[in-house]
């Protein structure tokens, strides 16, 4: 089959999608590509190459290393007079369609409170949405389907003289869906997504997509090179360093809260309690602030400072 994307769905029940990668044939998550797509920052990269902070082999290099469907989507540009032109423009169009596919999933994949499985919110979406819906029609039509066969995990194809075949090892034949047009390929992956029901949610902890193997999950498993640690691992405990923190607030709060208290049932006289209460008032609104962030625990001692004991 002669086609920069070639994909089968013959696993597609294991949620797996078998992609020919030209040397061998690469297996991986229905959702990893999509979610690769959505995470990669094509506007950075554009913004970079413009200021040629960045050059053509270091895009080509970041395509490479991010997904085989990137680095093939890079391809056509070996036929391109103007190649800085070229990248621009391709780049223009994976961010617009970054942004359509975000829309997407925000509205079909991402879980919600209603009872429609995710086939049915992708068909009610594409019903509402007549241009998208012709996109959709319009990459199947661009996509071509043949059986093809594998001999030892390499594609046969005996028109190819150069071509040689070691036939004591494995045959087996993949039906695979094929095109050159990167949107045809994403598209028809999210059809199969949607007909296995499949969710997409983003981290409550990074803002990436990921797919969630529980209704409860809001944090990816993803795993930060600087930390060497996961989302969940990180959210936990920047959630247990805000506990802390806040805790600490509470308990100064309480503590000039409780003396100021004091102060004015032993001496009503010189410590006003409508003074107290003014106080108390000022110092609840700084507490809230720390809790939300806004201030530090620095900012919230010198606000919750008490007037001079006289």
């Not at 597609?12 to 999608?17: G, V």
């Not at 490479?64 to 391709?90: D, G, M, Y």
């Not at 939300?292 to 010198?302: H, M, N, R």
Request: proline fraction near 3%; aromatic fraction near 12%.
């Amino acid at each position: 089959m002669q086609a920069f994307y070639k994909i089968s769905f013959d696993r597609a029940a294991d949620n797996i999608l078998i992609i020919d990668a030209g040397t061998k044939l690469v297996e991986e998550h229905l959702w990893d590509f999509p979610i690769t797509f959505l995470s990669t920052d094509f506007q950075s990269l554009l913004d970079q190459f413009r200021r040629h902070d960045v050059s053509e082999q270091q895009i080509r290099e970041e395509f490479t290393a991010t997904h085989t469907f990137l680095e093939f989507s890079l391809l056509p540009l070996a036929f391109e007079e103007n190649k800085q032109r070229w990248i621009e423009v391709f780049l223009e169009k994976l961010i617009a369609l970054q942004n359509d596919f975000r829309t997407i999933v925000q509205n079909v994949f991402v879980p919600s409170q209603e009872s429609l499985s995710t086939l049915q919110r992708m068909c009610r979406y594409l019903d509402t949405n007549k241009l998208l819906a012709a996109r959709f029609y319009k990459a199947a039509e661009c996509s071509k389907v043949e059986t093809v066969y594998y001999v030892g995990g390499k594609e046969f194809v005996p028109q190819l003289s150069w071509q040689s075949y070691d036939y004591s090892q494995e045959i087996h034949s993949l039906l695979m869906f094929g095109s050159d047009i990167l949107e045809a390929a994403l598209f028809l992956i999210v059809q199969r997504m949607a007909e296995r029901n499949l969710a997409l949610r983003q981290c409550s902890h990074c803002g990436r997509y990921f797919h969630p193997f529980s209704i409860r999950s809001i944090y990816c498993d993803r795993i930060d090179p600087q930390t060497g640690k996961t989302c969940k691992e990180q959210a936990s405990k920047l959630k247990y360093e805000e506990k802390i923190a806040t805790d600490a607030g509470r308990t100064l709060f309480q503590r000039r809260s409780k003396t100021y208290s004091m102060r004015v049932s032993r001496s009503p006289a010189i410590y006003k309690k409508s003074d107290y209460l003014v106080w108390k008032n000022k110092a609840t609104e700084a507490l809230e602030a720390y809790v939300s962030g806004e201030i530090t625990f620095d900012d919230l001692d010198l606000r919750l400072t008490l007037p001079d004991k006289k």
